[in-house]
């Protein structure tokens, strides 16, 4: 759909546990900038051709991809969308750059070693769970931004704003004259996962104080529908995040418990305990830790009074 003249947004509707990403377009005397670009694989390729297609948009004109972060749903394409466009331009954050020549080290920013640390036997490898859905792709990118850059896009100019906690170099993009948010995975259809390495959820609840302080009549998430109620919308997933620390100070509360007897405090199913589980229950007992609340002796957590 055309949200506003030359703003194109590219939806996916969610079929399955992970879906290739939605894409925003924008249209200029060069032809498009496209924020994301969607997942590897034929089917997600052709997935994102197909809505291309369906609103008149000619994948060829795209001359510049920027990227939210390194995650496999979101660039996973970049790999075959290179060849296909001779100089096609890859953008991203400078703290996004490693991720992206090197997907391997998507393991560091996933805190994967948590699993095999807390569940014995058992190890989670980002590189095999993005496999067995939507493959990812190496690419050097051509231009790194950071906080406050603007990238212009015809008639849009787009704030850079640095957004991590579900991962390192995430950022969203804000057309302040337009109202419009872009937003990644940070808001959307559910609170995506947070973890120590990618800012935790300190870094989390930062960059939806980032987000309160814009005048916003918009948002545009990588996943779901367009939000109209951007406020409430944000605070709700502050919200989620917040009450997630009130359950775990709660159990605390009952006496000290190591880090596996604190995951029931967080999730209601034994099934995310490992991924997400791990890495979220981690971020929230490091900024807990940082605060002075909470005290670590071995593999015990106890609440300071």
């Known amino acids: 759909m055309e949200i506003i ?5 590219l939806k996916v509707e969610k079929t399955g546990f992970v879906d290739s990403s939605s894409i925003l377009a924008f249209r200029d005397e060069k032809g498009l900038t496209c924020i994301e670009i969607g997942g590897g694989g034929q089917k997600n390729i052709s997935q994102t051709l197909a809505l291309f297609e369906r609103q008149g948009l000619n994948i060829s004109d795209t001359y510049r991809i920027i990227i ?36 391997t080290l998507l393991n560091r920013a996933f805190d994967a070693d948590l699993v095999a640390r807390y569940f014995p036997g058992h190890r989670f490898d980002v590189m095999e769970f993005y496999e067995a859905f939507c493959p990812i792709s190496e690419a050097i990118p051509d231009q790194a931004v950071t906080e406050g850059d603007t990238l212009a896009c015809g008639d849009f100019s787009l704030e850079v704003i640095h957004t991590p906690g579900h991962h390192p170099g995430h950022i969203s993009l804000y057309a302040r004259e337009q109202g419009m948010l872009f937003v990644g995975d940070m808001v959307g259809m559910e609170v995506p996962f947070y973890t120590p390495s990618s800012g935790g959820a300190s870094g989390y ?4 104080e980032k987000y309160l302080a814009l005048e916003v009549s918009c948002i545009i998430p990588s996943h779901g529908d367009l939000i109209d109620n951007p406020k409430e919308a944000v605070a709700a997933a502050g919200n989620k995040v917040k009450g997630r620390e009130e359950r775990l100070l709660s159990s605390l509360k009952a006496g000290a418990k190591s880090f596996t007897d604190l995951m029931p405090a967080l999730f209601r199913s034994s099934d995310q305990y490992m991924f997400p589980g ?23 957590y106890c609440l300071l009074s």
Request: charged share 25%; with cysteine.
């Open 5 to 9: 003249k030359n703003c194109y947004f």
């Open 68 to 103: 939210s972060h390194t995650h496999a749903d979101h660039m996973g394409a970049i790999a075959h969308f290179r060849k296909m466009i001779p100089g096609l331009v890859v953008i991203d954050h400078e703290a996004d750059a490693s991720f992206l020549q090197d997907n």
């Open 205 to 208: 609840l930062q960059s939806m």
């Open 278 to 300: 791990a890495c979220i229950l981690a971020s929230h007992l490091e900024k807990l830790k940082e605060e002075g609340r909470v005290v670590q002796e071995g593999d015990i």
